[in-house]
């Protein structure tokens, strides 16, 4: 089972027997080894490493990745209060969020730090805060997403504060006595050192007229390919073609700018699997396609339905020790009532159909599906058609199977509703 390393077909079949399908498995390895390849980042001055954890932040994986020396990137107001109940340190969480958090007060004097991502934020902040330090996220005019839906910069992304309007930042900067020590740009630069080297500069340009600025976060967005042959961001390649820039702005500026960067796909893509059963197995006929049906679907990854991504899969037989299986193309598909719900759209188009090469499949069979670390668990189709939100288990660094999460009871899914 090469695509999905961590995981052999006898380790699937054991998940299934002690948890039911479907059901996500997280290899404590896997997360370990990606924390330290971003920790080992090459920077001039000093760097903080953030795990974005939007991505996966269930709190046994935000334990783990902090304990390995990551911080922590909070996309909301409730992302840092989770991270503070799973005992983050709150001087560890930087909150970058589209809506202003509700509580920003309390979670600020806690300690935690805030990034202030529109005019309206800044000046928000200011009223609460005046005369204390800051960081504000600058969209610096440059996009690199592979589509519209993950692009987070230049002119068709609302993300940060436009950087032709650094005047009204310093309208507002001076009417509330702030103190903008750091900046933040995050637009998603994917595997080349030349965009993440265009992006830097334009940042440095930026962050030469923020006089105070003594850090820059360049966000994430490191490229990981989660397809056999699918190639992934070389950090350290990416991180040496960024230092002489640091080193050049240093010596005109007097300013060494601590380094910081928020991997979120990078650390958890490829930790995370999703191990599911063949519910189902149909054809249309000789003009039409073979499809296999599983026990998961959007409900548990959204991504393939949603931007078209491609995430390896691997029949695995449910008994070991059978006859050889003979290869057989099939569009697989979820469990849901929904023509969206499909696991093998053609790439980067989740309305097209792409027939996977697999092995002939019988119900009852289990079908793993690699890449499914980030944005599954995080960004599902939280029961639709009222599927229970799946199982989450750790293999730990002993390999043994920890459940991290259990999966919701119906109980759970309806405790919110009322009588009228
Ligand atoms: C989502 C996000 C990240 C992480 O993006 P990846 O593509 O998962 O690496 C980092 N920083 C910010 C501000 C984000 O919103």
């Not at 595997?191 to 265009?198: A, G, N, T």
């Not at 309305?351 to 670390?373: H, M, N």
Request: hydrophobic share 40%; aromatic share 6%; proline share 5%.
């Amino acid at each position: 089972m090469a695509q999905i390393h961590f995981l052999s077909d006898e380790t699937a079949r054991a998940a299934r027997e002690d948890f039911g399908t479907p059901v996500y498995l997280y290899d404590q390895h896997s997360l370990e080894d990606a924390a330290a390849a971003a920790l080992s980042f090459p920077n001039a001055y000093g760097l903080t490493a953030r795990y974005a954890m939007k991505a996966l932040p269930t709190a046994a994986i935000l334990r783990i990745l902090t304990t390995a020396g990551l911080h922590i990137d909070a996309s909301s107001g409730f992302e840092a209060e989770r991270a503070l109940a799973a005992g983050i340190a709150p001087e560890k969480i930087l909150i970058t969020a589209q809506e202003m958090p509700a509580n920003l007060e309390q979670l600020v004097k806690s300690g935690v730090e805030f990034n202030a991502c529109s005019l309206h934020q800044l000046r928000t902040f200011g009223e609460i805060f005046p005369a204390s330090e800051i960081s504000v996220r600058v969209n610096p005019g440059l996009g690199s997403g592979e589509n519209n839906r993950t692009n987070v910069g230049g002119p068709a992304a609302s993300f940060g504060i436009w950087h032709e309007l650094l005047d009204e930042v310093e309208i507002i900067r001076a009417e509330h006595g702030l103190k903008i020590t750091a900046m933040h740009t995050h637009i998603g630069s994917g595997s080349d050192p030349e965009i993440w080297k265009r992006c830097a500069r334009l940042s440095l340009g930026i962050a030469a007229r923020l006089h105070d600025v003594r850090r820059l976060n360049l966000g994430g967005g490191f490229k990981t390919g989660r397809m056999p042959g699918e190639a992934s961001a070389d950090l350290h390649e990416i991180g040496n073609a960024l230092l002489p820039d640091f080193q050049n702005f240093a010596k005109e500026h007097g300013r060494e700018l601590h380094l910081e960067i928020e991997p979120g796909t990078f650390i958890a893509a490829n930790a995370g699997a999703i191990v599911a059963t063949v519910i189902d197995v149909v054809s249309t006929g000789r003009h039409g396609y073979d499809f296999i049906k599983l026990d998961t679907g959007l409900t548990e990854i959204l991504r393939p339905s949603m931007y078209g991504a491609q995430q390896p899969m691997t029949l695995v037989p449910a008994e070991d020790g059978g006859e050889e299986r003979a290869p057989h193309d099939y569009i697989v598909v979820g469990h849901c009532c929904e023509s969206g719900d499909i696991l093998t759209p053609a790439p980067g188009d989740p309305e097209a159909l792409l027939p996977r090469t697999l092995v002939d499949a019988k119900i009852g069979d289990l079908l793993v599906i690699g890449g499914a670390g980030a944005y599954c668990a995080a960004m599902p189709a939280k029961n639709y058609n009222s599927f229970p939100e799946a199982t989450e288990v750790l293999i730990t660094n002993d390999g043994i199977q920890v459940l991290i999460r259990s999966r919701q009871t119906a109980q759970q899914m309806t405790q919110n509703e009322l009588e009228c």
